[in-house]
C-alpha cells in the first residue's frame, strides 16, 4: 500500500470512530432528556459534577467524557477541565498532607473503605459538610449517609460470630435450631438479646 493510501485509510478510519463516538453521545443525550451531548455536560457540570461522574451516570466508562468530549467539543471539555481544577483546589492542601494525590482517590478511602462519615471527611480537611457531598458526587463516589453505624454493626455481628466459633450469625441459628434450642437459650449462648438474634435471623431469611 502506497503511502498515500495508508493515510487515506488512516483518514477514513478516524472518520468511521469520529462518527461512532457522536452518535454514541446523541444516543446518551437524548435518553437522558437533553438535545445533545453539550447541553447535557454543560447542565451537569454546572451542578458540580466531574466529566467521571457524569460519564458514569450516563452508563459510560469513567473516562469516557475525558477522552472524546475534546473530539465533540474542545471548548466545553476546556471548561469542564477547568472547573473541576477549580473546585478540587481548595481540597489539596488537606489531602496532600494526608497522603493523597487527588480528591477522587481521598473520598474512595475514607468513605468507602474506612467508612467515614461525610461530617467526619469534613472534620479532617476542614470543609463544609455540603462541600463534601458534592465533591462524592463529582466524584462518582456514591453517598453513604449510615456508613459508619453500618459498619459498627457489622463488625458487632463479626466478633459475635468469632466468639461462638461460626462463621455467621446465621449459621448459629440454624445449628441451634436443628438442637433443639429455643430463642431464649439462644441469646443466653450468645450474650445477645432475642430481638437481636430474630431481627438477624429475618433479614438473612
Known amino acids: 500500500m502506497s503511502p498515500v493510501a495508508r493515510m487515506q485509510l488512516g483518514q477514513a478510519n478516524r472518520e468511521r470512530a469520529d462518527r461512532r463516538i457522536a452518535e454514541l453521545a446523541d444516543k446518551v443525550a437524548r435518553e437522558h432528556g437533553y438535545a445533545d451531548i453539550w447541553q447535557l ?57 494526608l497522603g493523597f494525590a487527588d480528591v ?11 467508612h467515614m462519615t461525610v461530617n467526619s471527611i469534613a472534620r479532617e480537611v476542614g470543609l463544609s459538610f455540603h462541600t463534601i457531598r458534592s465533591g462524592l458526587s463529582r466524584h462518582g463516589v456514591t453517598f453513604r449517609p449510615h456508613i ?25 441459628i440454624v445449628r441451634s435450631k436443628a438442637q433443639g434450642l429455643t430463642w431464649q ?6 450474650g445477645q438479646p432475642e430481638t437481636w438474634l430474630r431481627r438477624h435471623a429475618a433479614s438473612r431469611s
Not at 458540580?48 to 451516570?57: D, H, K, T, V
Not at 477522587?104 to 474506612?114: F, G, K, N, T, W
Not at 459475635?160 to 448459629?172: D, K, T
Not at 437459650?185 to 450468645?190: D, G
Open 41 to 97: 455536560v454543560y447542565d451537569r457540570i454546572n451542578a458540580g459534577q466531574s466529566l467521571a461522574s457524569i460519564s458514569r451516570s450516563c452508563g459510560l466508562d469513567k473516562d469516557w467524557l475525558s477522552r472524546h468530549l475534546p473530539r465533540l467539543d474542545p471548548v466545553l471539555a476546556a471548561r469542564a477541565i477547568r472547573s473541576d481544577d477549580v473546585l478540587d483546589a481548595q481540597w489539596l492542601p488537606a489531602i496532600r498532607t
Open 104 to 114: 477522587a482517590s481521598y473520598l474512595r478511602q475514607r468513605h468507602l473503605v474506612e
Open 148 to 172: 459508619a453505624k453500618r459498619d459498627a454493626a457489622e463488625g458487632r455481628v463479626r466478633e459475635v460470630a468469632a466468639a461462638l466459633g461460626v462463621s455467621s450469625i446465621s449459621e448459629f
Open 185 to 190: 437459650q439462644m441469646a443466653a449462648l450468645s
